[in-house]
């Protein structure tokens, strides 16, 4: 696993007129994982997209050593395409060979589906679909908004003992979730603690 | 190589047409009803159809083009992809440019062939053929291009789809005038200049989707 790092110095995030977080910091070496915590509309997804770089921060500094994975609510996968193809568009565009492929498939547990198009599958097949992109990628910064949505309880154990095994090979992962996310040695972080004490 | 292979998937995607919304065959066959219903309504005269016939065509190929505009941009959105592809850092511009090849792919050529039918029902001769045919060449690309432009512009706004059809129309009318316009005796000109327009077009067109495509983030 190439080294990587996850730093936010001082951040804070405005969506629309609201301050939804400010002066919120956080650091992440190999094998670290964080959960963010917090009810809905606290700035979770904000957070995750902001690490990503997919917003700019209101305030403060985000610091990213290492390829990022994003998974959210979307798929990323062309609806109307087979599964297989699909996945196999980023497996090529990621430069992942075939093993890497079938492990991924493997492990979310979706190789009867491969043939099906996309369009069709159940929210939760499509959310681990998404995780065997995320996985393809091959990169080590893994970035996870909500990851057991949909899921049932079997693949629940699923995807926390693979982000266990990204961790594990020295990956650095950051969970949003309101739901309970089982893994060792992760930290937690609580977003609502950065609300700022009234509106901006 | 990623260019490549982005070309290849939307190409795939819209050839085949997505969610059941036809693929490269709906505009084609458009195109043909427009131009066999011409006749229908102004007369079966000969000297008048071959008169009118090549701007008919010209018609029909602009609102063909109108057709795929929702498919172009809005699914890939809606589906996270553009996401992807920047956490991978890859330009919105590069993104586009695969997607305005690919869209002029999948209607430029097959509109152009279909021509060769329409110009049978609308009576034109070799030389008009010829003639629209150039101009299609040269004027296509830039209705792909601004097809495309308008497509990340309106994407993401509910009513997108038609509003995009009606932002089309006027910015169209430069590739219009110049290629209907190469049509008149003496008007090779219109040919270079509608030419110009679609290069003009198709240079712009990438970094204002892309830019259209970025503020959405925000």
């Known amino acids: 696993m190439p080294v990587c790092h996850l730093a936010a110095h001082d951040l804070a ?11 919120l910091s956080l650091a992440l070496g190999p094998g670290e994982a964080l959960h963010l915590a917090g009810p ?3 700035g979770k997804s904000s957070l995750i997209r902001l690490l990503a770089g997919l917003l700019r921060p209101f305030a403060g500094t985000v610091e990213r050593t290492g390829a990022v994975a994003l998974l959210d609510e979307r ?23 075939e093993a890497a492929f079938e492990r991924a498939v493997e492990a979310v547990a979706l190789g009867d589906l491969l043939d099906v198009p996309v369009r069709y599958l159940s929210t939760g097949q499509r959310k681990r679909a998404a995780l065997a992109r995320v996985m393809l990628t091959g990169a080590p910064v893994w970035l996870l908004d909500e990851p057991l949505n949909g899921l049932d309880t079997a693949s629940t154990a699923a995807v926390e003992s693979l982000v266990a095994a990204h961790c594990g090979n020295g990956g650095v992962a950051v969970i949003a979730s309101h739901q309970p996310f089982a893994l060792d040695r992760m930290t937690r972080l609580e977003i609502s603690r950065f609300e700022p004490a009234e509106a901006v | ?6 070309l290849r998937r939307d190409l795939a995607l819209l050839l085949r047409g997505a969610q059941g919304r036809g693929g490269a065959t709906l505009p084609v066959l458009f195109f043909v009803a427009v131009t066999m219903l011409f006749p229908f309504a102004v007369g079966s005269d000969a000297r008048l159809l071959a008169r009118t016939g090549a701007g008919v065509v ?17 699914p890939d959105l809606e589906a996270g992809l553009f996401d992807q592809w920047a956490l991978r850092g890859i330009a919105e511009e590069t993104v586009l440019a695969a997607r305005i090849l690919a869209h002029w792919l999948s209607f430029g050529p097959p509109l152009m062939l279909a021509t060769l039918a329409a110009a049978a029902l609308l009576g034109l001769d070799a030389a008009q053929l010829a003639a629209v045919e150039l101009g299609l060449l040269a004027g296509t690309p830039g209705l792909a291009a601004i097809g495309v432009t308008i497509a990340a512009l309106t994407a993401g706004l509910r009513g997108g789809a038609a509003l ?7 910015l169209a009318v430069p ?11 003496g008007g090779e000109g219109g040919l270079a200049l509608c030419a110009a327009a679609s290069l003009a077009a198709l240079a712009i067109a990438p970094f204002a989707g892309g830019a259209a495509l970025r503020a959405l983030r925000e």
Not at chain 1, 75 to 97: K, Q, S, T, V
Request: net charge positive; glycine share 12%.
């Open chain 2, 164 to 170: 995009g059809g009606l932002l089309v129309l006027p």
């Open chain 2, 175 to 185: 590739l219009l005038v110049f290629g209907a316009g190469s049509l008149q005796p």
């Open chain 1, 75 to 97: 798929p990323a996968l062309d609806l109307p395409m087979p599964l297989g193809r699909a996945l196999g568009f980023w497996r090529r565009f990621d430069r992942a060979d």
């Open chain 2, 1 to 6: 190589m990623r260019f490549a292979q982005l």
């Open chain 1, 40 to 42: 809905n509309g606290v």
């Open chain 1, 13 to 23: 995030c405005r969506r629309g007129d609201r301050v939804l977080f400010a002066g």
């Open chain 2, 58 to 74: 010209w018609i029909a190929a602009l609102l063909a083009a109108i057709l795929p505009l929702d498919r172009l941009v809005e």
